[in-house]
């Protein structure tokens, strides 16, 4: 798997120059923010969460904050956390509201939402089924 030899291998080439730039005192938000990008890539859970972090510094400092709010809302998309990626979004479009990829995103969203408690529904439906099967077989 060579794609994921290559994520890790820029991970791991950004992480030393985030990191030297930290320890200079001098931490660039270009590197930072190329850093997280890569970061939320990766399939591990903690390389994701510290891509939020890292993004979510970016927007204190108001660096790229369209840009950074967009992969937050990625990050929080993977993590399946959709209301906080909502909130991204819906930030991003009051700042942007003509922006097509959040708007793009944000259908996305709402689709997998929509998918979600679909799946949810369907597994009630199947816990009621078979509770009312056990209870009829008392």
Same mark, same amino acid.
């Given at each position: *798997?060579?794609?994921?030899?290559?994520?890790?291998?820029?991970?791991?080439?950004?992480?030393?120059?985030?990191?030297?730039? &930290?320890?200079?005192?001098n931490p660039s938000a270009k590197v930072q923010y190329d850093y997280a990008c890569m970061l939320m890539c990766s399939t591990d859970n903690n390389h994701v969460n510290l #891509? %939020?972090?890292?993004?979510?510094?970016? %927007?204190? %400092?108001?660096? !790229?904050?369209?840009?950074? *709010?967009?992969?937050?809302?990625?990050?929080? *998309?993977?993590?399946?956390?959709?209301?906080? =990626?909502?909130?991204?979004?819906? !930030? &991003? &479009?009051? !700042?942007?509201?003509?922006?097509? =990829?959040?708007?793009?995103?944000?259908?996305?969203?709402?689709?997998?939402? =929509?998918?979600?408690?679909?799946?949810?529904?369907?597994?009630?439906? !199947? #816990?009621?089924?078979?509770?009312?099967?056990?209870?009829?077989?008392?």
């Open positions: *798997m060579a794609g994921v030899e290559d994520i890790n291998f820029e991970i791991e080439r950004l992480r030393r120059e985030y990191e030297e730039g &930290l320890e200079n005192h #891509a %939020i972090e890292l993004f979510e510094e970016l %927007i204190k %400092i108001r660096y !790229m904050s369209v840009q950074s *709010m967009y992969q937050l809302a990625l990050c929080h *998309m993977k993590k399946r956390e959709y209301k906080r =990626a909502r909130r991204y979004l819906d !930030m &991003l &479009l009051r !700042m942007e509201p003509r922006n097509h =990829a959040a708007l793009s995103l944000r259908s996305l969203l709402f689709q997998l939402l =929509a998918d979600d408690a679909v799946k949810g529904t369907i597994f009630v439906l !199947m #816990a009621t089924i078979c509770a009312f099967a056990v209870y009829r077989s008392w």
